[in-house]
């Protein structure tokens, strides 16, 4: 007599719903879950290669300058994702980047009206200099270019961060730790493969663990 497997629990996190396996050492339910069980072991792995590589990395924890060299850097990485997902153009008036130089990480919750987000990879993506600098419309161009390129779900999640992040607290220590994982994430960014920027930026807000 063969004896029937035992329903069990899908190991995918994002489903974890009960199911009866159809081969031996079955560990999730469907394809779709084979797939995010992959990905997050992946994801899992390459977080502990990051916190590995970042112990041998040295920096002064009580340089002046390393609180900005963390938002340079953080910037940086927004513009880099962008362009690895295809976005070429200004969030604000849609025209191409003239040059790299003018390709600048805007801020949609400014640093002057909400220093909590400074870091944050959902507040920042690339617009054209001038619109970042001169626009009197900027903010206004840039509600509508969120919500045309990401979906008004997306465009409420950022309108809403400042509700969600009113504070942070980073020590010295804190910054330079930062400072180290987001030069680490620049340097092996062509290692990572994401469906869309949206997953990107919420993956590497987790790693660079800022906001919690």
């Not at 009580?62 to 513009?79: F, M, Y």
């Not at 009206?113 to 507040?123: A, E, G, K, P």
């Not at 010295?172 to 990572?192: E, G």
Request: glycine share 6%; aromatic share 8%; with cysteine.
């Amino acid at each position: 007599m063969i004896k029937k497997p035992k329903p069990k629990k899908c190991k995918w996190s994002k489903c974890g719903k009960s199911f009866t396996p159809q081969r031996p050492l079955q560990q999730v339910c469907n394809y779709v879950c084979a797939t995010g069980l992959a990905k997050e072991k992946q994801a899992i792995k390459q977080a502990k290669d990051i916190n590995e590589k970042i112990k041998l990395m040295k920096v002064d924890a009580h340089a002046p300058e390393n609180k900005k060299s963390l938002q340079d850097e953080i910037n940086k990485l927004a513009r880099k994702i962008d362009l690895k997902h295809g976005y070429f153009t200004c969030i604000d008036c849609e025209k191409t980047f003239e040059g790299m130089g003018n390709q600048h990480g805007s801020h949609f919750n400014s640093v002057g009206s909400n220093s909590s987000l400074r870091y944050h990879l959902d507040n920042i993506h690339s617009a054209n200099g001038h619109c970042n600098k001169f626009s009197d419309l900027h903010h206004t161009n840039y509600i509508k270019g969120l919500e045309k390129r990401y979906g008004t779900e997306y465009l409420k999640k950022v309108q809403n961060l400042p509700l969600k992040y009113k504070s942070i607290h980073l020590t010295s220590q804190d910054i330079v730790d930062k400072l180290k994982i987001v030069r680490l994430l620049l340097r092996t960014l062509h290692t990572y493969q994401f469906e869309s920027a949206i997953e990107e930026r919420e993956y590497f807000n987790k790693i660079i663990g800022i906001y919690q």
